[in-house]
Nanobody, 123 residues
């Protein structure tokens, strides 16, 4: 059973950067993966996703140009590099995976989820 563990969240100031990590318990080379986030009182929304190879990615318009997903299959890890963070990026960030090569920016497309890591952007 694939397990996902996120790390790297924290409290930062507007304009700062963070890199989130998602470590998998099994090789990820057969899994499409994604990052989602959920703000207090809000819906869980897609941020970015990557295909099994990591070659093909999709990113939500709200973070395009600031957030970048990458996949290190050799180390069973998915990253989310977040630059120029803003208060509206404050949320719990979740890693997700599915046993299919392609990825989608829809939460119903994934059946493996991590426990989440909190990102707070505040001055």
């Amino acid at each position: 059973q694939l397990q996902l563990v996120e790390s790297g969240g924290g409290l930062v100031q507007p304009g700062d950067s963070l890199r989130l990590s998602c470590r998998a318990s099994l090789p990820l080379n057969a899994y499409g993966v994604a990052w989602f986030r959920q703000a207090p009182g809000g819906e869980r929304e897609a941020v970015s996703c990557a295909s099994n190879s990591g070659k093909y990615t999709k990113t939500a318009d709200s973070v395009k140009g600031r957030f970048t997903i990458s996949k290190d299959n050799a180390n069973n890890t998915v990253y989310l590099q977040m630059n120029n963070l803003q208060a509206e990026d404050t949320a719990v960030y979740y890693c997700a995976a599915r046993f299919l090569p392609l990825c989608e920016l829809k939460k119903d497309a994934y059946d493996r989820w991590g426990q989440g890591t909190q990102v707070t952007v505040s001055s």
